[in-house]
Antibody
Framework: QVHLVQSGAEVKKPGASVKVSCKAF????????MHWVRQAPGQGLEWMGC????????KYSQKFQGRLTNTRDTSASTAYMELSSLRSDDTAVYYC??????????????WGQGALVTVSS | EVVLTQSPATLSLSPGERAALSCRAS??????LAWYQQKPGQAPRLLMY???YRATGIPARFGGSGSGTDFTLTISSLEPEDFAVYYC?????????FGGGTKVEIK
């Protein structure tokens, strides 16, 4: 069945970068987009960006433009989210979530387990 | 971007009672609204999509309605496992956005 497995928790210093992976199982990886959503402690869900796993096209929230890079490795059925210039308010759980065909606004039917990123000096 | 406002922030109910959660959009999202359930320490789970379609494996006690700017998630009879936080999300406009959530707690 479909499931998404993310990399583990990370602790980073302010100004550093973090790269989170999301490996997909149980479906044709290149047929769907992968989205990234984050959740700060005790807060709601915030959409960050997506990648069309088929052609590699990306779209980002304006909030993260210039700091966020989504990539994928089709041979490994894995998507990556890299966030740079980390600040303390980037401390959050980062989720990957499967979207639709292409990087379009869609609902998210499968989610990874989340990866906690803590930014602290 | 479309702002989604969920109400109430917290709903205190007993098992067996009916729950009605509201999601209001700042502009029309047609029927392109989804609902998610999130339990502590877990990822969100898709419950409903396109306002009224249950996702795979979701029990029939969950129902969704609405279109345009006003939507409702209904749980006909609360089970113990239904006490959680619920989020709505729209996909009609770019970027996709989420509501702030409604916590359904045991009274």
């Amino acid at each position: 069945q479909v499931h998404l497995v993310q990399s583990g928790a990370e602790v980073k210093k302010p100004g550093a970068s973090v790269k989170v992976s999301c490996k997909a199982f149980g479906y044709t990886f290149t047929a769907y987009a992968m989205h990234w959503v984050r959740q700060a402690p005790g807060q709601g869900l915030e959409w960050m960006g997506c990648i069309d796993a088929g052609n590699g096209n990306t779209k980002y929230s304006q909030k993260f433009q210039g700091r966020l890079t989504n990539t994928r490795d089709t041979s490994a059925s894995t998507a990556y989210m890299e966030l740079s210039s980390l600040r303390s308010d980037d401390t959050a759980v980062y989720y990957c979530a499967r979207g639709g065909d292409g990087c379009v606004s869609y609902h998210f039917d499968y989610w990874g387990q989340g990866a906690l990123v803590t930014v602290s000096s | 971007e479309v702002v989604l406002t969920q109400s109430p922030a917290t709903l205190s109910l007993s098992p067996g009672e009916r729950a009605a959660l509201s999601c209001r959009a700042s502009q029309s999202v047609s029927s392109y609204l989804a609902w998610y359930q999130q339990k502590p320490g877990q990822a969100p789970r898709l419950l409903m999509y396109d306002a009224s379609y249950r996702a795979t494996g979701i029990p029939a006690r969950f129902g969704g309605s609405g279109s345009g700017t006003d939507f409702t998630l209904t749980i006909s009879s609360l089970e113990p496992e239904d006490f959680a936080v619920y989020y709505c999300q729209q996909r009609n406009n770019w970027p996709p956005t989420f509501g702030g959530g409604t916590k359904v707690e045991i009274k």
